[in-house]
C-alpha cells in the first residue's frame, strides 16, 4: 500500500487523479482479498475494505498539500505505513468479530473511530482546498462522509450483514454534514477550521449514532457530545473574520 501511495506522487501532474483513481481501486481489491479469510459473507469483505481504501486516497490527496520536501515525503510515507497496518488489524479484528466474541473488538471499535475521523479530516481539508462553490462542496463532502459513516456505524454493532437502521442513519447524518459544509462555504474561515468544523460534528454524529446503536445511548453521553458541539459551533464563530 505504501508502494501504491509512493507511485501516486511520481507520476506527472496531468496523470496525478487518474493514478489516485487506480489506488482506490487496487486498494479496494486488495482490502477485499486480505480480509476476506474471517469474514463470513460479501458484504463483511466490502464494509471492512472501506476504511482502509478511503484512508489510502485522503492520504494521497492530502499529500499534495504538502510542501515539497524530502523529509515531509519520507515522514509521511512511514506515518502512512504504520497506520495502514493498524487499520488492517483493526478491520481483521472486525471480520473475527462478526463470527464470535473477541475482547479485542472494543479497542479496534475506538481505533478504527479515531482512524474514520483523521480520514474525513483529510477528506474535508482537500475539498475546501479546491475552493469550489458551496453546493459542489456540499454534494463532495455528502459522497465521502456516506461511506466513512456507514462503516463506522457498522462496526458498533459488528453483525454479518448491515440493517436499514445503519443505513438510514449513515444517510441521515452524511446529509447533516453534508448541510453543514454548505453553510460554512459562506463563512470567511480558512479551510483548516472549515475541516475541523466537519470533523467535529461527525465525531458527534457517529458518537451518538454508534451508542445508539450499541444501546449505550446514556444522557451523560448526549450531554458529554452536546457540549462538544456547543464549543465546536464557538470556536467556529471566535476564529470566523467577518472584516473585508
Do not use: H
Not at 459544509?181 to 458527534?204: D, E, K
Amino acid at each position: 500500500m505504501t508502494l501504491l501511495l509512493l507511485i501516486t506522487q511520481t507520476v506527472s501532474f496531468s496523470w496525478r487523479y487518474f493514478s489516485i483513481l487506480g489506488l482506490f481501486l487496487l486498494s479496494f481489491l486488495f482490502s477485499t482479498w486480505s480480509l476476506s479469510e474471517g469474514a463470513g459473507s460479501w458484504s463483511v469483505k466490502i464494509i471492512t475494505a472501506i476504511l482502509p481504501s478511503f484512508f489510502s486516497v485522503a492520504v494521497a490527496m492530502f499529500y499534495f498539500l504538502f510542501p515539497e520536501s524530502l523529509v515531509y515525503q519520507v515522514f509521511l510515507l512511514i506515518a502512512f505505513g504504520v497506520v495502514i497496518y493498524i487499520v488492517f488489524l483493526t478491520e481483521n479484528i472486525f471480520t473475527v468479530a462478526t463470527m464470535r466474541t473477541i475482547a479485542l473488538s472494543r479497542a479496534a471499535q475506538t481505533v478504527g473511530f479515531l482512524i474514520t475521523l483523521l480520514t474525513a479530516f483529510f477528506c474535508y481539508n482537500t475539498i475546501f482546498s479546491f475552493r469550489l462553490f458551496g453546493w459542489w462542496n456540499a454534494l463532495l463532502v455528502l459522497a465521502v462522509s456516506f461511506p466513512l459513516f456507514f462503516q463506522a456505524l457498522w462496526s458498533a454493532e459488528l453483525g454479518k450483514s448491515f440493517d436499514s437502521k445503519t443505513l438510514l442513519f449513515s444517510l441521515i447524518f452524511s446529509l447533516i454534514v453534508g448541510e453543514l459544509s454548505l453553510i460554512v462555504s459562506f463563512f470567511p474561515v480558512n479551510v483548516l477550521t472549515g475541516s475541523l468544523f466537519l470533523t467535529c460534528a461527525a465525531y458527534i454524529l457517529i458518537g451518538l449514532g454508534s451508542a445508539y446503536l450499541a444501546g449505550r445511548l446514556f444522557r451523560q453521553i448526549v450531554k458529554e457530545y452536546l457540549v462538544v458541539g456547543g464549543l465546536m459551533f464557538l470556536f467556529l464563530l471566535i476564529t470566523t473574520s467577518w472584516r473585508g
